[in-house]
């Protein structure tokens, strides 16, 4: 992979659905489906919509370790972000990710308290395509 930032991005940009892993509460890796990230900057730091009481916001508040996989079937190639989860409740978190249709979800709008952010933060990760795999890292800068 020539540039990750650039290869990887483009890949977060199309997805429309990525899966994001954490740790239960008895220690066991669990995987959710989440929706296209809100926001990115650069591929170390992406954002996420979700709500507050779910079960993987409370696992984040007590271990912020998380992946995220991104995956473009129809070339078959895929990329495991590894890093760690912030929960995000304050209004300028909120509103930064806040899209036109969120009431659905979000009845009580942009300040509904089931309503949060997940930051995560990327430190590494592992690139597949054409049958092989590859491994980087992710420098401070690539999120600026």
């Known amino acids: 992979m020539k540039n990750a930032v650039e290869t990887v991005g483009k890949m ?8 994001l892993g954490y740790l239960d509460a008895e220690g066991f890796p669990a995987v959710r489906a989440m929706l296209r990230p809100r926001e990115r900057v650069g591929i170390r730091e ?13 696992r984040f508040r007590e271990n912020p370790n998380a992946c995220v996989y991104f995956v473009d079937t129809r070339f078959f190639r ?7 989860v912030e929960v995000l409740e304050t209004a300028e978190a909120k509103e930064r990710v ?3 249709g969120d009431t659905l979800y979000y009845k009580g ?13 990327a430190k590494k990760g592992r690139y597949y395509s054409a049958f092989r795999s ?5 420098a401070e800068q690539e999120g600026a």
Not at 12 to 19: F, L, P
């Open 12 to 19: 977060i940009d199309k997805c429309r659905t990525c899966y």
């Open 46 to 58: 992406i954002f996420f919509s979700t709500n507050t009481s779910s079960n993987k916001v409370a």
């Open 78 to 84: 895929g990329v495991c972000l590894s890093g760690t």
């Open 98 to 100: 806040w899209r036109k």
């Open 109 to 121: 709008g942009v300040t509904d308290e089931d309503y949060c952010v997940l930051k995560f933060t």
């Open 134 to 138: 590859e491994d980087f890292a992710i």
